[in-house]
């Protein structure tokens, strides 16, 4: 910008190197500007020096810091010594806000005594730290208000930050964290380790499964989404993320998954999975070059209509619940028992020939032949069960094969008379 042209009110011996300096200069006497150099000119966007000279400062000045500046002013043109740098607002010509930082001392023009003051445009610097602040703030609103629970560990894994929420899940406060491994609070470090192989590896995970250990001990299970980070030649830092309770969610899959493959009423595998099971036996045999031994038995209580009939389907349920525990006590460790549905049971035994499944039919029919159902609390009764039994060949693909001869044995059973074995 072009120089102010001469003026009577200009330093005459400093007027030309003090115009050329890059920073803000400005003369003041008597609260108006006497000398304003081109950097002031440019900072308060005015046409020329003359439009800023003989103005009074309180034109440029904000109002709440009015009385601030012109008491550090007449301090100047008292003599009384360099006032140090202090913020000020401003504004320019076009009414722009600015915020500077400013600074005066005395100085002679024109044979009065005055103020020379220097200033340093900190507006965008102001903006900038604003800016910081308010996005500082809302970092930790959020981080207050989240359920969920941020963290960042360094390179070494060690938490550098967690937020207020892992109070809620784990029971630590933050402070308690900070600073220890993450690895600390995984039940089994070989966990955190498959987590940061996976991060390393692919820079991210999402909905990684996990584990990790309360401050009274309880296991929870935790869901993890998560971000390497890098330092600035590109190595890694650490890691930042989100984890996430999911104990409830899992622990209701669980029983989902449980109600799925389990008859509610006896506790047994239900018909759709106690028959998975014997697909996949019938699988692992055909894969195996010594097939070992594989039988069933189809358990059918006798005449159990008659007790719902009689006595009610709770009574009835009752008995199928005695009726399991009966099996329970003479069936093999090893062997696998589900209710196909009703009275209808299946009992899979595996390393069993026909000689072995037959001897342990008769031991379940003979323990249900001597045992009393108690039905209500002054009465029971005696039940018989008939079963039929095979034994798995090597051209059985699926269950259905091994199913239908054990199905023809146990009618054969019933139409014998119940209460019998039948091959």
């Given at each position: ?212 250990r309360r401050k009274d001990g309880v296991i929870i299970d935790i869901s993890i989404s998560t971000q390497a980070l890098r330092d600035e030649r ?190």
């Amino acid at each position: 910008m072009t120089s102010p042209a001469p003026h009577p009110s200009m330093l005459p011996a400093q007027a030309a190197w003090v115009d050329a300096l890059a920073a803000p200069v400005l003369v003041v006497v008597g609260e108006r500007l006497r000398y304003v150099n081109a950097a002031a000119v440019e900072l308060l966007q005015a046409e020329s020096a003359r439009e800023l000279l003989g103005r009074s400062v309180q034109d440029f000045v904000h109002p709440l810091d009015s009385h601030r500046v012109l008491a550090r002013l007449r301090r100047a043109e008292a003599r009384e010594g360099v006032n140090p740098p202090t913020s000020v607002r401003v504004f320019d010509c076009k009414g722009n806000e600015l915020t500077l930082v400013m600074t005066s001392a005395p100085v002679d023009c024109d044979g009065e005594h005055g103020a020379l003051t220097t200033c340093l445009d900190m507006t965008e610097r102001v903006a900038m730290e604003q800016r910081l602040r308010r996005t500082d703030e809302d970092f930790r609103r959020i981080m207050d208000t989240m359920q969920d629970v941020f963290y960042r560990t360094d390179a070494q894994g060690i938490t550098r930050y967690v937020c207020p929420a892992v109070k809620n899940v784990l029971g630590y406060s933050a402070e308690e964290i900070v600073g220890l491994p993450a690895a600390a609070f995984y039940p089994d470090p070989a966990e955190r380790d498959a987590l940061v192989a996976a991060i390393r590896e692919h820079g991210f995970v999402r909905d990684f499964p996990g584990r990790m250990r309360r401050k009274d001990g309880v296991i929870i299970d935790i869901s993890i989404s998560t971000q390497a980070l890098r330092d600035e030649r590109g190595q890694y830092a650490g890691v930042e993320g989100i984890w996430r309770d999911i104990s409830e969610r899992k622990a209701m899959e669980r029983e989902l998954e449980r109600l799925a493959t389990r008859d509610h009423l006896t506790g047994l595998y239900g018909r759709r999975r106690i028959l998975e099971l014997l697909d996949e036996a019938l699988e692992r045999r055909r894969d195996r070059r010594t097939q070992s031994s594989l039988a069933v038995l189809l358990l059918d209580l006798d005449h159990f209509k008659q007790i719902n009939d009689t006595h009610g389907h709770a009574a009835g349920d009752q008995v199928l619940r005695q009726f399991v525990d009966t099996v329970h006590g003479s069936r093999r460790g090893e062997d696998q028992f589900g209710r196909l549905g009703g009275e209808e049971f299946l009992l899979m035994l595996q390393g069993a020939d026909a000689g072995g499944a037959r001897h342990l039919a008769e031991r379940i029919r003979l323990a249900v032949e001597a045992t009393e159902f108690r039905i209500h609390a002054e009465s029971s009764l005696r039940l018989t069960v008939s079963i039929g039994y095979a034994h798995a060949l090597p051209e059985d693909r699926r269950s259905a094969d091994l199913l239908e001869r054990a199905d023809r044995a146990l009618y054969q059973a019933k139409r014998g008379g119940r209460n019998r074995v039948s091959p």
